[in-house]
């Protein structure tokens, strides 16, 4: 069965490119990384993604710039607002 198989044009690696995107290996603290984990299923999102957005929501403070409104509401801004809201 393994003579069907012709993998001499196979290319290694990911086949689809993300547009916007840099693969990269970085090293991080074993507590972020479970932190992020844990966060992320407790939100049903990828931890990968939230690592991102704290980043970028770091930049645009460094920035002295809002993040921005188009972002998607996670459950954890969801409940803060609400708190907020509820407690005024």
Known sequence: MRKEYDFSK???GAVID???KTRITIMLDDDLIEYFRAEAEAQGTGYQTMI???LRATVAEAKG???AEDQPVTVAVLRKVLREELHQ
Do not use: D, L, Q, Y
């Open 10 to 12: 196979g290319k290694r």
């Open 18 to 20: 993300s547009p916007g």
């Open 52 to 54: 991102n957005a704290t």
């Open 65 to 67: 710039k809002a993040v």
